[in-house]
């Protein structure tokens, strides 16, 4: 079978990914499973850059075709943040639910209790010749306080969905896993993927 390393130690994403892969029938692999893989630091000025920085960089170091990806929050009245540093908003010292407050914090300072928003994704596969499929897509939402559901992971629990009046983290997984940003990046690369089902061949 082959094989595809995802380029994340982040368990909720391994999950999510893994599920959203499951079409491509590919043994799904983690940074765990590959004790040479480097820290790669998220330098780069887009989604894109990062989500490519990450991909190739395993993919070497694998010598396995890999998966990567870079998302983020956008809050219209934050001017975009927190955007490219979503992951590490607000310092290092702050965990999921810090972040989330640190959002709804900001936007109590600019006056206001929500804010039109999206999450972005950028979605990289990269293969160790240097190859690579991009995709990119975003989930248009709001954000608000105060946080809502149990499901998810970091900013899920203030982005609500217009559609189903419902935060992220309190959607089920398979209607998440059918609208959100990561999905949606990652249907657009399965339909690349499926027009050649030998490229994830290394």
């Given at each position: ?69 870079d998302s983020g929050l956008e809050a219209d009245a934050l001017d975009g943040e ?20 640190l959002v709804l914090e900001r936007l109590t300072a600019r006056g206001v209790e ?44 203030i982005f609500e969905d217009p559609v189903f009046g419902q935060t992220a983290a ?33």
């Amino acid at each position: 079978m082959r094989e595809l390393v995802l380029a994340t130690r982040n368990r909720g994403k391994v999950r999510e990914l893994s599920a959203l892969v499951a079409e491509l029938r590919v043994k799904v692999l983690s940074l765990d499973d590959v004790p040479s893989a480097p820290e790669v630091e998220e330098t780069g000025p887009t989604f894109l850059d990062n989500a490519r920085l990450k991909a190739h960089l395993v993919a070497q170091a694998a010598g396995l075709p890999a998966l990567a990806d870079d998302s983020g929050l956008e809050a219209d009245a934050l001017d975009g943040e927190p955007g490219v540093y979503s992951a590490r908003y607000g310092g290092p010292g702050l965990d999921d639910a810090g972040r989330c407050a640190l959002v709804l914090e900001r936007l109590t300072a600019r006056g206001v209790e929500s804010s039109p928003a999206r999450f972005r994704c950028a979605v990289v596969v990269a293969r160790p010749d240097g190859n690579e499929v991009a995709c990119e897509a975003r989930w248009e939402g709001i954000v608000h306080g105060p946080p809502r559901g149990g499901n998810g992971f970091g900013y899920d629990p203030i982005f609500e969905d217009p559609v189903f009046g419902q935060t992220a983290a309190e959607l089920g997984e398979a209607v998440k896993n059918r609208v959100s940003h990561r999905a949606k990046a990652l249907a657009a690369l399965a339909l690349v993927l499926r027009e050649d089902p030998d490229w994830l061949v290394p």
